[in-house]
T-cell receptor
Framework: GQQVMQIPQYQHVQEGEDFTTYCNSS?????IQWYKQRPGGHPVFLIQ?????EVKKQKRLTFQFGEAKKNSSLHITATQTTDVGTYFC????????????FGQGTILTVHP | NAGVTQTPKFQVLKTGQSMTLQCAQD?????MSWYRQDPGMGLRLIHY???????DQGEVPNGYNVSRSTTEDFPLRLLSAAPSQTSVYFC???????????????FGNGTRLTVT
């Protein structure tokens, strides 16, 4: 099946620094979804990207889908302590039926 | 709406014991799925269902059974627990998407299972 590689596995930043996590695939992705999981919590949907080169923003978060649809990134500007958690990318295929292939996740720690 | 409800939140089993993790959703979603989460491995799909009476295997189905007798409920059964099944289990549901837009997953709060 589709494999999605996510890097880095861990990222420690000082509050106010930027943060980026990357997802890469050797094959073309139909779409990419991003989820955030707070410590001890469950994954929560953030956004979905479908089009080649697509860029979407949510306040300090910027999501990009590569032109070749083989990679995606999530960038957080000026991190805050509320950004702490694990960020996952996931690929759903053309029709997911609830079947997503998740990246390994990036655990973000923000030091105040 | 309660969303996706999972029970229990925590469970400790001895090797060889069986148990059922419960999952219920009240959003009338067609699709339901079970994932397990292990450190450094993301979430891996165990089983999924596209509607009542229809289930199929995911990436890591061995040692687990599911059934979907109603739209709302999707229990996960561990037949004979093994230490390798120590994990956090998440149930999720989603509705139908359109074209290439997939409806996002709504997750339950998870069940932390330890098998000794």
């Amino acid at each position: 099946g589709q494999q999605v590689m996510q890097i880095p596995q861990y990222q420690h930043v000082q509050e106010g620094e930027d943060f980026t996590t990357y997802c890469n695939s050797s094959t073309t992705l139909s779409n990419i979804q991003w989820y955030k999981q707070r410590p001890g919590g469950h994954p929560v949907f953030l956004i979905q990207l479908v089009k080649s080169g697509e860029v979407k923003k949510q306040k300090r978060l910027t999501f990009q889908f590569g032109e070749a649809k083989k990679n995606s990134s999530l960038h957080i500007t000026a991190t805050q302590t509320t950004d702490v958690g694990t960020y996952f990318c996931a690929e759903a295929g053309g029709t997911s039926y609830g079947k997503l292939t998740f990246g390994q996740g990036t655990i973000l720690t923000v030091h105040p | 709406n309660a969303g996706v409800t999972q029970t229990p939140k925590f469970q400790v089993l001895k090797t060889g014991q069986s148990m059922t993790l419960q999952c219920a959703q009240d959003m009338n979603h067609e699709y339901m799925s079970w994932y397990r989460q292990d450190p450094g491995m993301g979430l891996r799909l165990i089983h999924y269902s596209v509607g009542a009476g229809i289930t199929d295997q995911g990436e890591v189905p061995n040692g687990y059974n599911v059934s979907r007798s109603t739209t709302e409920d999707f229990p996960l059964r561990l037949l004979s627990a093994a230490p390798s099944q120590t994990s956090v289990y998440f149930c999720a549901s989603s509705g139908q998407g359109s074209n290439h837009y997939n409806s996002p997953l709504h997750f339950g709060n998870g069940t932390r299972l330890t098998v000794t």
